[in-house]
């Protein structure tokens, strides 16, 4: 198939996790066959933060402006197979429009911020999609999956709401010898509502064990913070350090984002990410996730700094690298790339031939 996607952003991993993600399942699409062009708003931000200036795996095509877009690759968008439009793209509303008007293929909306989307829709803010716009692709693809499915169908009218999960690439991230520098690591943009338990869950950890480091990776933590002396900070980390990130790590931290949290079934790409690489994860705790992987044998939930401290002195190393291998089995036999192009497939074939599934 011909797929063009407009998204984000696929060049720069500079305070999103949407390139990691599109860059991952790309490749898988590009591996099955397809051909495709993804087309990015060319914004200063990323243009100066760029890791992957220009894909081996998918056409890339840089835009100034919606007109620029809309003249620049009017054929491109007309004669595709499908168009799928991501979330957080600028004037996702009015790109959106436009590709209804010439599409001749499926038209998909990839939501790799769900809750969100939902929560700014609540409030009547449409910064990239709105009620009306939901109702005609003919394909929603969620981040999030569980009840928040029926929800889109049934109160926002979309004819199709369907799980693709954040996934991880294997040939990227896998085990391998690393000094373990920090007990425990956090790789995350700042959010407002994270931080309280990035606190509670690493930066008071890190003052019980003054003897231990930590670190903390990720762009856009105020100045203000009061970090613990053994807490390295990390301003931004490149997805090709972020192996051995994890893999210098003793244990690594997810930590979830309210309206996520609210949602359920929301994983992060950087919980796959660690496990895929054999690092034992502690978490706190949101529905959905003891569906994907199983609480102590896979993954350890915490949701107060004793439970932190109480994982240190009390998993042996034996357990610590048993946790860790758990989690890269659940992942590769269900969290690839590779599962996730193939769950598209499946999808795209549903909007086309209902009645038909692809193989494999």
Known sequence: M????????????????????YRALLKELSALGHDILFLEKDVPYYASNRDLEQPDFC???????LEGLQQQYQAEVSDADVVIVGSYVPQGVEVAKWVFRIAKGVTAFYD???????????????????????KKYDLYLSFTGGAI????????????????????????????????????????????DRQPTLK?????????FPDERFVVA?????????????VERIEHLPPAQHRHFYNS?????????????KAGYSPSVRLFEAAACGVPIISDFWEGL???????????????????????????????????????????????????????????????????????
């Not at 956090?186 to 407002?192: F, K």
């Not at 790590?249 to 949290?261: G, H, S």
Request: glycine share 6%; aromatic share 8%; proline share 6%.
């Open 59 to 65: 056409n890339l095509g840089l835009y100034s402006s």
């Open 200 to 208: 509670e869950l690493l930066l008071t950890p890190a003052q019980e």
């Open 149 to 192: 499915l029926d929800h889109l169908e049934q109160h926002y009218g979309t004819p199709r709401a369907r799980a693709l999960y954040c996934s991880v690439d294997p040939g990227s991230y896998y085990p391998e010898p690393a000094e373990k520098k920090w007990q425990l690591g956090y790789l995350g943009t700042y959010s407002d």
């Open 2 to 21: 011909r797929i063009v996607v407009i998204g984000l952003s696929i060049t720069s991993s500079w305070g999103n996790g949407h390139a990691t993600t």
């Open 112 to 134: 790799i911020d769900t809750p969100v989307t939902l929560a700014k829709m609540e409030r009547q803010d449409y910064e990239y999609l709105d009620p009306e716009v939901v």
């Open 218 to 230: 990720g762009p856009q933590y105020p100045s203000n913070i009061n970090w613990p002396a053994n």
């Open 290 to 360: 003891d569906s994907l992987f199983e609480p102590m044998s896979e993954i350890l939930i915490a949701q107060s700094s004793r439970q932190v401290l109480d994982y240190f002195t009390n998993i042996s190393e034996e357990n610590r690298k048993l946790l860790g291998e758990r989690a890269r089995k659940k992942v590769l036999s269900a969290h690839t790339a590779k599962a996730r192009a193939k769950e598209l497939e499946n999808y795209i074939v549903e909007v086309l031939q209902p009645t038909l599934k692809v193989k494999g």
């Open 249 to 261: 790590q003793n244990y690594t931290l997810n930590v979830t984002r309210q309206d996520m949290i």
